[in-house]
């Protein structure tokens, strides 16, 4: 969903490493999530948001934190990067009966 | 706890057939069942979607299927197309009246369609 930018599209990174993530919509959507996605486990829900001043745990935030700078830019980061946050990172919002999905980042960590 | 279960993992089949992905779920206060249809690079989309007060929704080729008392809900693609090769996810809300706010997804389908 163009409306829905994800940025960077890829990444590689060192363990250690402190990441940022950056999502940004133009839906004007309050609503807006981060999920993770694996092979073999789906899509799993890191933190949501439904306002700028909510913010909230999925079932796997632990190592993740996250900002809600504006309505329209929600932001996922790894403070300190591990092998297995290795994943494909998707954001989303809601609104009008549905999910919208940005195209992701790969993210790797070595 | 997983509370969608979606099977099967992958799925094979010939152009023209028809491809059934199952879901079963536990917590009877979800209302809202979508089904996401996600291609390679891609975000996930929302491909169709049902709540409870009725038992099958279709459009165009794709169907669910509605089972309140098994908790059990399911996917058709009826002449099933090499365009359709995609991985497919169930999910469930609740929210009173089918709010989308919060999914729980299943883990996936991945359906190829040999042409």
């Known amino acids: 969903d163009a409306d829905v930018t994800q940025t960077p599209r890829n990444r590689i990174t060192k363990t250690g490493k402190r990441i940022m993530l950056e999502c940004s919509q133009t839906k004007g959507h309050d609503r807006m999530y981060w999920y993770r996605q694996d092979p073999g486990l789906g899509l799993r829900l890191i933190y949501y948001s439904f306002d700028v001043k909510d913010i909230n745990k999925g079932e796997i935030s632990d190592g993740y934190s996250v900002s809600r700078q504006a309505q329209a830019k929600f932001s996922l980061s790894l403070e300190s990067a591990i092998p297995n946050q290795t994943a494909l990172y998707f954001c989303a919002t809601s609104g009008g009966g549905r999910q919208h999905f940005g195209d992701g980042t790969r993210l790797s960590i070595l | ?115």
């Not at chain 2, 996930?44 to 099958?56: G, K, M, N």
């Not at chain 2, 359709?84 to 996810?89: C, V």
């Open chain 2, 1 to 115: 706890q997983q509370q969608v279960k979606q099977s099967p993992q992958s799925l094979i089949v010939q152009k023209g057939g028809i491809s059934i992905i199952n879901c079963a779920y536990e917590n009877t206060a979800f209302d809202y069942f979508p089904w996401y249809q996600q291609f390679p690079g891609k975000g996930p989309a929302l491909l169709i979607a049902i709540r409870p007060d009725v038992s099958e929704k279709k459009e165009g080729r794709f169907t669910i299927s509605f089972n309140k008392s098994a908790k059990q809900f399911s996917l058709h693609i009826m002449d099933s197309q090499p365009g359709d090769s995609a991985t497919y996810f169930c999910a469930a809300s609740k929210g009173g009246g089918g709010s989308n706010y919060k999914l729980t997804f299943g883990k996936g389908t991945l359906l190829t369609v040999n042409p």
